[in-house]
């Protein structure tokens, strides 16, 4: 009775390869002999494109038939194209050459092709190679298990049907008027299509568990069918069982059986049960993780959209007919097929994924969040030298103490020395559980608390307690007290001062004032640079340690030779060093740096360790950026 791609019929409870019989060839018309070129591009060349399940089928009668040849023998008089409301596709059909009657009628042939379900309704006999016979129940239930198991093997299954009835040559077919004879149909058989995913789809689908991404499936395939395409890519388990329970009063799903009820993973659910569904009831479906919708209809796909934006939920939808449109449209992200999808899906996607391959879209995912993550890393290594860069200011004002940097040196920093590095960042190797957290919030910003006080207070209070250190050591190395640096600003270590500055016992005319306020100012500008150094390889990663992510990005290298370069050059190069108002501090200074590098790094990897460890402790949340 059934027939599929596989040229397999069922006898006997076995499943056989059959002959193939001219029944076969009528229920290809409706598709393969169309000349409508906006549902089928058939030939280009010697490859065959369209839609995948026609290409399927007409490859199959290919290989027994002429097509050209039935194309000339019959021409199509009216069509009805395939709706996934009705489910069907039908076609009426007039043999080339037929002769009229003396009443002008003429024997027409009417063909229906979609839902096996549907199709097999408006039947009343079914086409044997020994003839018609009468539909039965015994046939029927033979139907129902050749559904069941092509549908539970994965593969699309759609029926034909086909009728010859006498009509007037004028008639003009219209089948919402009545006049297309839509009862006491033959059915012919079904063809079971196999639409194999790709290779890494199942990859992909873990992926998503792994990132706590919920997949839900919308199709219009069969419910048995879908599930059995969800185990396939992974989407449902092999091992666990589906199956039904009530959602609320009156609608009904299929979930899977878990050990912890606690636990909602899976569930399916045929799209005719969507439109009664409550608030409710919708909660409850959309707990679950993973969902299979099946049999819908593009209102349904809308509402699907529409019910987890709802839930203030940031909805991606993949699609490539028209059918998909709305839900594309809505979707926050829409994402559109760029080999299969058609003009209005694309015109209606934000994004047009050119190889169709949903493993595609995970890698964007990825992509994402990696710009998210190094976007934070630079925000996050280039604010820390601000705050640094204003105390200086601060102590002068408040204190009265010698500038510790100029203005030229708080500009070379901001458009120079810091630059390279921060630009680096941007090219930094995701982390190796980017794709093993839960997507963040909506709420969650860019630039957080958490990480203004990192940069400002933790990190920034680090460099600028090693920066200062510096300063202050400088004019202690030159005999200097620190306490004695107070309120001498106005007077002392400017051009002209107000004579000789004594400390300690020690006298210091106007030369001597200004070199080593200029070697001061070079200890704390050197120190906050190389510290700077030193913190951007702890800024590479937010929750995986520098020793395990390596050290491997090789911009970041090239940036930290160019400010090493940069800070000897405006230190130490004559005439740079008088315009910058540098001079070469004692060579103890650099292990100030060394210094604050140390104790970045020890604060850094412990704060990645907690992270790691438990990274939903409440304690540990003030320290995440």
């Known amino acids: 009775m059934c027939f599929g791609s596989q040229g397999k019929s069922r006898s006997n409870g076995n499943w056989r ?25 058939i030939w280009q060349g010697k490859a065959i494109c369209g839609s995948p ?19 000339q023998k019959y021409q199509v008089i009216y069509e009805v194209p395939f709706n996934s409301l009705r489910k069907w596709h039908l076609m009426v059909l007039l043999e080339t050459g037929t002769q009229y009657d003396d009443d002008g009628n003429v024997e027409f042939l009417l063909l229906l092709k979609g839902a096996p379900e549907v199709v097999i309704q408006k039947c009343s006999n079914l ?76 990859e992909a689908i873990r992926r998503c568990k792994e990132a706590g991404i919920k997949v839900f499936m919308v199709t219009g395939d069969h419910p048995t069918t879908a599930t059995a395409i969800a185990r396939e890519i992974g989407l449902i388990g092999e091992s666990e069982k589906v199956t039904p329970r009530r ?22 659910v045929h799209g005719k049960m969507l439109p009664d569904m409550s608030d409710d009831d ?29 839930r203030n939920e940031v909805v991606a939808v993949t699609g490539d007919g028209v059918n998909d449109a709305p839900a594309l449209k809505r979707a926050n992200i829409g994402v559109a097929m760029g080999i299969t999808g058609s003009d209005v899906a694309k015109q209606a996607a934000d994004i047009i994924l050119m190889d169709d391959n949903f493993a595609s879209i995970i890698k964007g995912i990825e992509e994402g969040r990696l710009l998210f993550d190094n976007l934070r890393k630079t925000i996050a290594y280039t604010l820390t030298h601000s705050m640094p860069e204003v105390v200086p200011i601060c102590l002068n004002f408040l204190f009265g103490l010698p500038m510790a940097i100029t203005a030229l040196q708080i500009l070379s920093i901001d ?38 006080f990192y ?46 500055f004594t400390s300690n016992g020690n006298l210091y005319d106007e030369p001597t004032q200004l070199d080593i306020r200029n070697q001061a100012a070079a200890a704390y500008y050197m120190t906050m640079i190389m510290s700077q150094v030193y913190h951007v390889w702890q800024c590479k990663t937010r929750r995986t340690s520098i020793f395990t992510h390596g050290i491997s990005n090789i911009v970041t290298i090239y940036a930290v030779i160019i400010e090493v370069c940069l800070v000897i050059i405006f230190v130490y190069v004559p005439g740079i060093r008088f315009i910058m108002g540098s ?16 104790c970045l790094w020890i604060y850094n990897e412990m704060r990645k360790y907690l992270i790691r460890r438990d990274p939903k402790s409440s304690c540990i949340r003030p320290f995440k950026w």
């Open 17 to 41: 390869p059959r002959k193939p019989t001219s029944h076969i060839s009528r229920s290809r018309k409706p598709s393969s002999y169309a000349h409508s070129t906006q549902e089928l591009r």
């Open 53 to 71: 399940s026609e290409v399927a089928l007409l490859r199959y009668v290919d290989k027994i038939f002429s097509v050209p040849h039935i194309r």
């Open 127 to 202: 086409a044997t190679t020994e003839g018609t016979t009468e539909l039965d129940e015994d046939t029927m239930m033979d139907f129902q298990d050749a559904y069941d198991h092509f549908g539970n093997n994965g593969r699309r299954v759609i029926g034909f049907a086909h009728k010859s009835f006498i009509g007037s040559k004028d008639t003009k077919f219209n089948w919402e008027q009545g006049n297309v004879p839509l009862e006491d149909l033959t059915f012919l058989g079904i063809a079971a299509i196999m639409d194999p995913p790709r290779p890494d789809t199942a």
């Open 247 to 268: 959602l609320g009063k009156s609608v009904r799903v299929n979930v899977v059986e878990e050990d912890d009820e606690e636990e909602r993973e899976w569930a399916t």
């Open 282 to 310: 919708w909660d409850e479906l959309l707990l679950h993780r993973f969902i299979v919708f099946a049999r819908t209809t593009p209102e349904q796909k809308l509402m699907i959209v529409e019910q987890c934006q709802k």
């Open 415 to 452: 458009l120079g020395t810091e630059i390279t590095p921060a630009v680096s960042l941007a090219y930094e190797n995701s982390e190796s559980d980017i794709m093993k957290k839960p997507p963040r919030k909506r709420n969650i910003r860019l630039v957080s608390f958490t990480l203004l």
């Open 455 to 500: 940069s400002y207070i933790i990190a920034g209070g680090m460099v600028i307690v090693g920066c200062t250190l510096a300063y202050f050591f400088t004019y202690w190395f030159h005999g200097i007290h620190p306490l004695d640096l107070f309120f001498t600003s106005q007077d002392y270590f400017r051009y002209h001062p107000v004579g000789n």
């Open 583 to 598: 001079s070469p501090p004692p060579y103890e200074v650099w292990f100030f740096s060394l210094g604050v590098g140390i």
